[in-house]
């Protein structure tokens, strides 16, 4: 059974910096590409940052120079590194893996509010 647990989350000020984490198991999860995901209030989900099996790396440009995504295999995590927050960050972030076969798991998403 395939398991994905968010944590990291909080209230921070404009300016501030939060690390997030999502531990998979029950997956080989160096062979999964994996997503951040994140969703404000009123709005759709939106891609945030990602990560090949190969460690390959793209973001949005809403977040671009300010989050960096990365994962620790031998702790089959991935992280999101958010420094220079914004008030316009605020969201619930959710972890997404995406197994060789294209099947797909959600974390149950971990709450970040940047107060200005």
């Known amino acids: 059974q395939v398991q994905l647990v968010e944590s990291g989350g909080g209230l921070v000020q404009a300016g501030g910096s939060l690390r997030l984490s999502c531990a998979v198991s029950?997956?080989?999860?160096?062979?999964?590409?994996m997503e951040w995901y994140r969703q404000a209030p009123g709005k759709q989900r939106e891609l945030v940052a990602q990560?090949?099996?190969?460690?390959?790396?793209s973001y949005a440009d809403s977040v671009k120079g300010r989050f960096t995504i990365s994962r620790d295999n031998a702790k089959n995590t991935v992280y999101l590194q958010m420094n220079s927050l914004k008030p316009e960050d605020t969201a619930v972030y959710y972890c997404?893996?995406?197994?060789?076969?294209?099947?797909?798991?959600w974390g149950q998403g971990t709450q970040v509010t940047v107060s200005s």
């Open positions: 990560i090949s099996s190969s460690a390959v790396t």
């Open positions: 029950g997956t080989m999860f160096s062979n999964n590409h």
């Open positions: 997404n893996a995406i197994m060789p076969s294209g099947r797909k798991y």
